[in-house]
């Protein structure tokens, strides 16, 4: 799994690029300004750096292009100093056929580009060289190094270990155990509580399917990285990358796209569309929290806990649907679930166990049928999705009373990988009349399959059957 610390220290690189390039090109023009000679076209200061800071965003692309933004990529300085080569030749190659085509003049002179070009490339290393010596003393701090419980003996074990000295501030063996076959649940969940170890890695020339299933099985309930050398890979997924620690090639079994990029840019896109929606829609909050107030007794909102991401508890902000003498929580004289559904008929309460819904609800009021039936309700989602416990997109939230259902500790590992979302796979593929195991199903499809253009899609149909009050488009 990926480290909070790794992923900003990736994101804020692309600002520093950034910077560097519009500094690169103010130096070639006060270079070339301060040569003593006059500019051979008119062209003022500020147009020109106006369209280099609207035109470098394009330059960043080609860095991505070219892997310089690829996280947790151990290669060396000199590597990335070529790639960094390579993508600055190509944008100033476009830079230079843009002036050429262009109507009007770009540059005031022939050589500020070239200028420019050189410039990039020595400030761009020189911020990339300070951003490695700051991951370097955060390191020191033990910040963004994975601790590494490592498996294996054999040629293979003894190479890995020795590249792993080489990027000390990346890695930390903590903990090993000599081969697979010494490897129990137990030492595992030892070496987890007592080393809180990050990733499981294994080079082994022994192979043992079993048990390396094991290993994978308990990385994965307990959100540990799982790498291994590709002399014992028997490939499990399709969602297996290929990575180097020094010349060591390593395949890493990556459960979810939303590790990485992925991750940043679904949060990055929740937090634009939920604040948009969240501004557009306050007043209508605001209407609906007043007739709450004035039609039952009781708070208008409901704080109901459930499993965020990684397991932890989250409290889930919806519009309260549920008649006083049926709402749960301290607020209601500590009712449960229990004393709810004791007052049921019988069939409703059976249904209830069975899916953790009820068709015909008695105990939602008149108001909050309507709100349920057009998701007014889980508006004050919204409010979640920009404190960062919900995404617009995932996973239903899992209510700890719903555990067995969805299949116990193994399964809830898998479905809190990432964040719940408000709407999901399931709630536009036919909603409550889907049976709770194929709900499951498509979480986990979900999960393992995502992308941005199904978050698209999803929130496309989640708006129509809003809209239309359709289930299942």
């Given at each position: 799994?990926?480290?909070?610390?790794?992923l900003l220290m990736?994101?804020?690189?692309i600002?520093v690029?950034y910077?560097m390039?519009?500094?690169?090109f103010?130096?070639?023009?006060l270079?070339?300004e301060?040569s003593g000679?006059?500019?051979?076209?008119?062209?003022?200061?500020?147009?020109?750096l106006?369209f280099?800071?609207l035109?470098?965003p394009l330059w960043?692309?080609?860095?991505?292009?070219?892997?310089l933004?690829?996280?947790?990529?151990?290669?060396?300085?000199?590597?990335d100093?070529?790639k960094?080569?390579?993508?600055?030749?190509?944008g100033?190659?476009?830079?230079i056929l843009?002036?050429?085509?262009?109507t009007?003049?770009i540059?005031?002179?022939?050589?500020i580009?070239?200028?420019g070009f050189?410039?990039?490339i020595a400030?761009?290393?020189?911020?990339r060289?300070?951003?490695?010596?700051?991951?370097?003393?955060?390191?020191r701090?033990?910040?963004?190094?994975?601790?590494?419980l490592?498996?294996?003996?054999?040629?293979s074990?003894?190479?890995l270990?020795a590249?792993?000295?080489q990027?000390?501030?990346?890695?930390?063996?903590?903990a090993s155990?000599?081969?697979?076959?010494d490897?129990?649940t137990?030492?595992?969940e030892?070496f987890?509580?007592s080393r809180?170890?990050?990733?499981?890695?294994?080079s082994?020339?022994?192979?043992?399917?079993?048990r390396?299933?094991?290993?994978?099985?308990?990385?994965?309930?307990?959100?540990?990285?799982?790498?291994f050398?590709?002399?014992?890979?028997?490939?499990?997924t399709?969602?297996?990358?290929?990575?180097?620690i020094?010349s060591?090639?390593?395949?890493e079994?990556?459960?979810?796209?939303?590790?990485g990029?992925?991750?940043?840019?679904?949060?990055?896109?929740?937090?634009?569309?939920?604040t948009?929606?969240t501004l557009l829609?306050?007043?209508?909050?605001?209407?609906?929290?007043?007739a709450?107030r004035?039609?039952?007794?009781?708070?208008?909102?409901?704080l109901?806990?459930?499993?965020?991401r990684?397991g932890?508890?989250?409290?889930?902000?919806?519009?309260?649907?549920?008649?006083?003498?049926?709402?749960?929580?301290?607020?209601f004289?500590?009712?449960?679930?229990?004393?709810?559904l004791?007052?049921?008929?019988?069939?409703?309460?059976?249904e209830?166990v069975r899916?953790?819904?009820?068709?015909d609800?008695p105990r939602?009021?008149?108001?909050g049928?309507?709100?349920?039936?057009?998701?007014?309700?889980?508006?004050?989602?919204?409010?979640?999705?920009l404190?960062?416990?919900?995404?617009?997109?995932?996973?239903?939230?899992?209510p700890?009373?719903e555990?067995?259902?969805v299949?116990?500790?193994?399964?809830?590992?898998q479905?809190v990988?990432?964040?719940?979302?408000?709407?999901?796979?399931?709630?536009?593929?036919?909603?409550?009349?889907?049976?709770?195991?194929?709900?499951?199903?498509l979480?986990l499809?979900y999960?393992?399959?995502?992308?941005v253009?199904?978050?698209?899609?999803i929130l496309?149909?989640?708006?129509?059957?809003?809209?239309?009050g359709?289930?299942?488009?």
């Amino acid at each position: 799994m990926r480290k909070r610390s790794e992923l900003l220290m990736a994101t804020l690189q692309i600002p520093v690029d950034y910077a560097m390039l519009v500094v690169s090109f103010v130096l070639a023009y006060l270079v070339r300004e301060g040569s003593g000679k006059p500019f051979s076209i008119e062209v003022p200061g500020y147009t020109y750096l106006n369209f280099m800071i609207l035109f470098l965003p394009l330059w960043l692309v080609v860095f991505a292009m070219v892997g310089l933004y690829r996280i947790r990529s151990d290669r060396g300085n000199w590597i990335d100093i070529g790639k960094i080569v390579a993508a600055c030749s190509a944008g100033v190659m476009v830079l230079i056929l843009v002036d050429f085509l262009a109507t009007d003049a770009i540059f005031p002179a022939k050589i500020i580009p070239i200028y420019g070009f050189v410039f990039a490339i020595a400030l761009v290393s020189l911020g990339r060289i300070v951003m490695t010596i700051v991951q370097k003393l955060l390191a020191r701090q033990g910040i963004g190094v994975y601790r590494v419980l490592f498996i294996g003996s054999g040629q293979s074990a003894v190479e890995l270990r020795a590249a792993l000295k080489q990027f000390k501030r990346r890695y930390r063996v903590v903990a090993s155990i000599a081969t697979l076959n010494d490897v129990t649940t137990e030492k595992l969940e030892k070496f987890r509580e007592s080393r809180q170890i990050d990733v499981v890695m294994v080079s082994d020339d022994t192979p043992n399917e079993a048990r390396l299933l094991e290993i994978l099985s308990f990385c994965q309930q307990n959100h540990i990285g799982y790498q291994f050398a590709p002399t014992i890979a028997g490939i499990y997924t399709s969602k297996i990358i290929s990575s180097q620690i020094g010349s060591i090639p390593v395949l890493e079994l990556r459960p979810t796209p939303l590790e990485g990029w992925g991750r940043v840019f679904k949060r990055v896109f929740d937090v634009i569309i939920t604040t948009i929606i969240t501004l557009l829609s306050l007043p209508l909050q605001m209407v609906i929290y007043i007739a709450i107030r004035l039609s039952e007794p009781g708070p208008a909102l409901y704080l109901h806990e459930c499993y965020g991401r990684s397991g932890s508890k989250i409290n889930v902000y919806k519009f309260r649907t549920m008649k006083a003498e049926y709402s749960l929580g301290p607020k209601f004289g500590g009712r449960t679930i229990e004393d709810v559904l004791k007052k049921l008929p019988q069939d409703k309460a059976d249904e209830f166990v069975r899916s953790a819904k009820i068709k015909d609800d008695p105990r939602v009021s008149r108001l909050g049928r309507f709100m349920r039936s057009t998701s007014l309700d889980e508006l004050p989602q919204l409010f979640n999705v920009l404190k960062g416990d919900l995404s617009l997109v995932g996973p239903r939230p899992l209510p700890e009373s719903e555990l067995g259902l969805v299949g116990g500790e193994k399964k809830l590992a898998q479905i809190v990988m990432i964040r719940p979302g408000i709407t999901g796979l399931w709630q536009v593929s036919g909603r409550s009349e889907l049976e709770y195991a194929d709900r499951t199903k498509l979480n986990l499809f979900y999960i393992e399959n995502w992308t941005v253009w199904m978050d698209i899609n999803i929130l496309a149909k989640t708006a129509w059957q809003v809209v239309f009050g359709r289930n299942g488009v």
